[in-house]
């Protein structure tokens, strides 16, 4: 019984633990992001690693999630004659949702996930703390340039989701299942608000690459030094951060849309 | 992997990025056919009921739209909604008697103006109000005059 409570115990204070060393860490960050400012170069070499290599399947999920959106689109909106009506349905849902939302949780899987492995690895092998020894603020060096990238290609990786999916919409429902071309674009361009609907997407992808980021670079930064370490920090990025961002979407949705 | 090959992937990556931004704003959302109030009069109309019309609710004229609704206010001394309209500038020579209506497209669509030009010898200029409205139709009030009427007719019988 008293095993037990202790137990509890010491699991809740861990929790706060943690919890208040990951918001330490992110302070750490940004009083170093002026000093990261002065040496772009170091952003430009992890926006290479985070945001290009991430582009190919974002591209190619953009394209399936728009084809697919269009077919059942279709499916449903045609039984109440309103097919015209395709390309808000694929608009909207890219844009205000899927887009950032998607783009946020294969940002997890393939860059949140190496970031987390290649720090806990840095740290596994003791270089972040030999960086410390030569005078050289890890965090500065390594984690914030990270953190600045991923806050950087999140809004960019999401809008070319939103419009890569949009031109796969358009290719299944007006050329495979013949839409009105016009029709489409049209209506599109009726209901879809610049502010309203496509500057809140941004705006929520702004924030998923802030949180992605940010789980990703504490749990390698904070991660055992172990090989099994840093296997468990991987697979916990991966499921804090789709959770984060599932949660922070409804939350965000609910600010802005909910009038 | 040489610097080169990192800043040309960066580059591209950024530039495409930027591409898709600019096509959601100008292809996919409605900043195309915004009307600048550059290019653009306004003209008011009183309604007794606006029912469900909106602000950027269309403007027509026998289907043609040729503006949107810019603001709807509430006028408590003639207590009746006034909404302003603001007509692209191309289209400039309505009569003075055009008389305004909401309607619904279609069976559930969105509410929009619909103007029906007169034949009055002068046009209407920025800021006029136009002096003959329809209100929007409400269902309930249809259905109430519906069953009011039919039960009037089994009363008689």
């Not at chain 1, 204070?13 to 040496?39: M, S």
């Not at chain 1, 013949?178 to 674009?185: I, K, L, P, Q, R």
């Amino acid at each position: 019984m008293l095993d037990a409570l202790q137990g509890l115990g010491k699991t809740t204070l861990g929790f706060f633990q943690r919890l208040g060393r990951g918001h330490l860490f992110l302070l750490d960050i940004f009083a170093t992001i002026p000093g990261v400012l002065l040496r772009p170069r170091l952003i430009l070499a992890q926006l290479y690693a985070v945001g290009v290599l991430t582009l190919l399947i974002i591209l190619v999920s953009g394209l399936f999630v728009g084809m697919v959106m269009g077919l059942q689109g279709y499916n449903t909106l045609v039984d109440f004659g309103a097919e015209d009506s395709l390309g808000v349905m694929v608009a909207l849902s890219l844009v205000r949702e899927l887009g950032p939302v998607v783009a946020a949780l294969l940002f997890a899987g393939r860059a949140g996930s190496a970031l987390t492995a290649e720090i806990g690895l840095m740290k596994a092998t003791e270089q972040l703390a030999g960086m410390e020894m030569m005078a050289v603020d890890p965090i500065q060096r390594v984690v914030t340039p990270r953190f600045l990238a991923a806050f950087i290609s999140m809004p960019l990786l999401a809008v070319i989701f939103s419009a890569v999916g949009i031109y796969g919409g358009y290719f299944v429902g007006v050329d495979l299942l013949g839409v009105d071309d016009g029709a489409f674009w049209a209506q599109m361009q009726d209901k879809v608000d610049l502010q309203g609907d496509i500057y809140n997407g941004v705006i929520k992808s702004i924030v998923f690459g802030f949180v992605a980021g940010w789980i990703a670079l504490f749990e390698g930064y904070d991660a055992t030094p172990t090989a099994a370490g840093v296997s468990r920090a991987t697979t916990r990025t991966v499921v804090h951060t789709s959770l984060a961002v599932l949660g922070l979407d409804f939350v965000l949705t609910a600010l802005m849309f909910g009038e | 992997m040489n610097n080169r090959t990192v800043e040309i992937g960066v580059g591209l990556f950024v530039a495409l990025g930027l591409a898709a931004l600019f096509m959601l704003a100008m292809q996919v959302s409605n900043l195309g056919t915004f009307i600048s109030p550059d290019d653009s009069y306004v003209l008011e109309a009183g309604f007794e009921n606006i029912g469900g019309l909106k602000v950027r609710s269309p403007v027509t004229v026998s289907g043609v739209r040729v503006g949107r609704v810019a603001a709807i206010d509430y006028d408590d001394e003639a207590f009746e909604a006034v909404v302003t309209l603001r007509i692209k500038s191309s289209y400039d020579s309505f009569p003075e008697d055009t008389s305004a209506s909401i309607f619904t497209a279609g069976l559930l669509g969105e509410q929009y103006i619909a103007l029906e030009p007169g034949g009055s010898m002068d046009n209407l200029v920025d800021g006029d109000r136009l002096q003959l409205t329809q209100s929007a139709l409400v269902m309930e009030q249809i259905i109430g005059q519906f069953l009011y009427s039919t039960s009037a007719a089994k009363s008689e019988e």
